[in-house]
């Protein structure tokens, strides 16, 4: 008899070659075990043009309803697409449709295998990082200036009130400038997502998982000096208790410290970055590691909403070659975990035990596999040992079905 499932999880199919791996995961991994409890929306570039993304709408908001979602990679459109799937419009990228209705905060993690070491030696274990994704250099406003004259920052209220305080810079020439901002409730809610992660894969590992956070409040007393200030606060009131009950910890430093203690340590920390840090070093990390298809990605609201999906794109490329009928060898590992992670996920929220052991089978089945040699390009390339063979896509998906 196949494994029950209480409530729904909120299923978001997507675009190119991860909708094609997307559907081999489900039927040789998945529902062969599992009796599947979805809700299903159809993500892909076509049906969101359709619907004019409220197919995307439906599913944040069937993602916050349920607790836990599931996500495809999808299609951000641009303009070499509008004519390729015959669009009527550009639409935003879902992903930043997703986040901005639950509010939350992305973190990514590296999936470790025993054949595959990172670029940096003293790297034991995975270094997650969770990156704000509000305001600071992306929502700035710019200006290029002419002519020498003053720049001054003003306030103005939404009771009329004027404030003209700050000098920015009595410029004796042309130049340019730059105004950005943040607000209170965006950094305590990323504070709250990041302890809440903290404290979610502490569960799921039995490992505490520390947290790290550093900005350079040194220079940037008020603006960084806010992002401490209320980092800090969120965690004595909010979750000091509940950290110190599982032995998470919270260290704040300055980024300098952070990037030098990052490189000589030994990694097992979520390391909370703000925007512009999060952009770069999340880069760094999943390069460092390898390959993008070996990395978890969990969207985290802070109410405790859950979504999972995989952190690398559609793959177009490899999607080309197999629309021209070549067997390619796309991983499907992180599409993979991101099913494991909500399966687990509903498991826990519905005290489901056999669930939950079932999707730990599956990470361990993927993980062993690789580890006994039968892997996709992209890791045999970087492998050590190196295999004798790469598999395909199919042939990848049938040896983990083999050994599950
Ligand atoms: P991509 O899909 O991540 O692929 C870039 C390259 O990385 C691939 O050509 C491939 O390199 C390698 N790669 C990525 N995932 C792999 C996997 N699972 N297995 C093996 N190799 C993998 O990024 P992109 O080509 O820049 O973007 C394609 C589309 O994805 C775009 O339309 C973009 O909007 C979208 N996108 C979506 C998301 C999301 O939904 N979360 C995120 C990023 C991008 P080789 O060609 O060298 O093998
Ligand atoms: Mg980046």
């Known amino acids: 008899m196949k494994i029950q499932m209480k409530t729904p999880i909120a299923e978001m199919d997507g675009d190119e070659m991860t909708r094609v791996l997307w559907a081999v995961v489900k039927d040789k991994l998945i529902t062969p075990f599992v009796d599947l409890k979805t809700e299903y929306y159809d993500l892909g570039l076509k049906h969101r043009d359709d619907t004019d993304d409220k197919v995307t709408v439906e599913a944040a908001e069937a993602t916050k309803r349920l607790g836990v979602g599931v996500k495809c990679a999808t299609i951000t459109a641009n303009a070499a697409r509008k004519p390729e799937y015959n669009l009527k419009q550009l639409l935003p990228s879902p992903n930043a449709t997703i986040r901005a209705i639950l509010d939350g905060t992305v973190f990514r993690k590296p999936i470790a295998v ?155 920390f979520l390391w909370a970055c703000k925007n512009y840090d999060g952009d770069v070093m999340s880069d760094m990390i999943a390069s460092a590691c390898g390959s993008l298809a070996m990395m978890t990605s969990v969207l985290v609201s802070p109410t405790g909403v859950f979504e999972y999906e995989a952190a690398h794109g559609t793959v177009q490329q490899h999607y ?60 045999a390339r970087l492998a050590s040992p190196k295999p004798n063979k790469t598999l395909d896509s199919w042939q990848f998906i049938d040896a983990i079905a083999k050994r599950l």
């Open 320 to 379: 080309y070659r197999y629309q021209k009928g070549e067997k390619v060898s796309t991983n499907p590992v992180a599409l993979i975990f991101a099913w494991t992670g909500a399966l687990a996920k509903r498991a826990e929220l519905d005290n489901l035990p056999e669930l939950a052991a079932f999707a730990k089978r599956l990470e361990d089945a993927t993980l062993s596999t690789i580890e006994a040699g039968e892997m996709t390009g992209d890791l």
């Open 114 to 268: 025993s054949c595959m070491q990172p670029s940096v030696a003293t790297w034991e274990k995975p270094i997650a990082i969770g990156r704000h994704a509000y305001g600071d250099v992306y929502k700035a406003a710019e200006m290029q200036v002419p002519e020498a004259g003053k720049v001054e920052l003003v306030f103005s209220s939404r009771g009329g009130a004027e404030t003209r305080r700050v000098l920015v810079a009595d410029m004796p020439g042309p130049g340019i400038v730059q105004g950005m901002h943040n607000l209170d409730e965006s950094i305590a809610n990323f504070a709250r997502c990041c302890f809440t992660y903290a404290l979610d894969e502490t569960k799921h590992t039995g490992v505490p998982l520390p947290v790290w956070f550093a900005t350079k409040d040194t220079i940037s007393k008020i603006y960084d000096g806010r992002f401490k200030e209320i980092f800090q606060r969120v965690f004595d009131t909010e979750y000091k208790a509940k950290c110190d009950a599982a032995g998470v910890t919270y260290f704040y430093t300055l980024i300098d410290d952070a990037v030098a203690r990052v490189i000589k340590g030994e990694g097992g």
